[in-house]
């Protein structure tokens, strides 16, 4: 598989803060990297470097083999960015923004129309073309920006965030584009909601305190979780505090975390180094005949693994 995308031992240093610290990344054709981190971490520190809007301190990226630093022109004509909150110039139509960034990217005058139309047919933008930004809806606004990303058919796209302050629909569509858009490009997506990860990513990465602290598919994160293979039982309250207090006693079973839900009470029952503890507590509930409204198996929580890399939690 083809790397579009590579870093080097990047680091930026702002005086005596090390912001970001010797982070190597490598993103292959038609895969889509997730960044992970909390506020500060240094991702967007990151991303402005590996697109080439600030200097790295030491360390190089490179875009389908052009180093950023020295080759700038050439690695930036294979690279489209999206960061966050892209400005938009809101008493323009879509159709004349993207005009105006195409004649920028310096597209022939010629190819400038045809170029557009092709953008913005492939973010679904043909029905608002002539509307004024300012009127539009953050969904489509955002569909304006990754429009500007891929004018120039970039074969690396950085996405800052790019379906942060969306509703669940506009969410769902930007993800849809861009699943569609990863076919032949690599795509890095620097985000901080999770679900994110699940639903468009091929592996994500988790940097704290700049460095990079776990790199992985979303499956092999979760198997770090203390959920994985966890047991989750749904119980009527009048039956959960009997079954929790038999399960406690299951040699297996390292803790039991109960939360109420209405006239039931749901029982996580967390295994002992992540066994397979399924058939057990399945045997123990049909001999005791408890009630259970619902019984399933956890793959692994994201928000678990992320929670105790990025804050120590055990």
């Keep these: 598989m083809d790397v579009l995308l590579e870093t080097r031992n990047l680091s930026k240093s702002f005086g005596a803060l090390k912001a970001v610290d010797n982070i190597n990344l490598s993103v292959s054709k038609g895969e889509v990297l997730g960044i992970l981190g909390p506020n500060g971490a240094g991702k967007t520190t990151t991303m402005k470097m ?12 490179f875009v389908c083999g052009e180093p950023i630093s020295t080759a700038s022109v050439a690695a930036r004509a294979h690279l489209g960015y999206l960061p966050e909150g892209a400005p938009l110039y809101g008493e323009m139509t879509p159709r004349s923004f993207l005009l105006f960034m195409a004649a920028a990217r310096g597209i022939e005058k ?26 539009l809806s953050k969904g489509y606004r955002r569909r304006v920006g990754l429009a500007a990303a891929i004018l120039h058919a970039p074969q690396v796209l950085i996405l800052d965030e790019p379906t942060d302050g969306l509703d669940p629909n506009q969410k769902h569509e930007v993800r849809r584009l861009i699943e569609a858009m990863s076919v032949d490009r690599a795509i890095i997506i620097s985000t901080h909601i ?7 990513c091929h592996r994500a990465v988790i940097i704290n305190k700049g460095k990079i602290v776990a790199d992985g598919t979303p499956s092999e994160l979760k198997r770090q979780s203390l959920y994985k293979n966890a047991v989750n039982l749904l119980l009527p309250v009048a039956e959960a505090e009997r079954a929790a207090s038999a399960l406690k006693g299951v040699a297996i079973v390292d803790r039991i975390e109960a939360s109420a839900e209405g006239p039931y009470v749901r029982l996580a029952v967390l295994a ?31 928000d678990d693994v992320f929670r105790r890399l990025t804050e120590g939690e055990v």
Excluded: Y
């Design 110 to 135: 010629q190819e400038c129309r045809d170029v557009v139309e092709s953008a913005a047919g492939a973010v679904h933008l043909g029905s608002v073309m002539a509307q004024r930004i300012e009127t």
């Design 50 to 61: 590996v697109t080439g809007f600030l200097a790295p301190t030491t360390g190089e990226t």
């Design 272 to 302: 002992k180094g992540r066994s397979d503890i399924a058939e057990t507590i399945s045997d123990i509930a049909a001999v005791s005949n408890w009630q259970v409204a619902e019984f399933s198996v956890d793959n692994g929580r994201l």
């Design 194 to 200: 999770l679900e994110e990860v699940d639903a468009i």
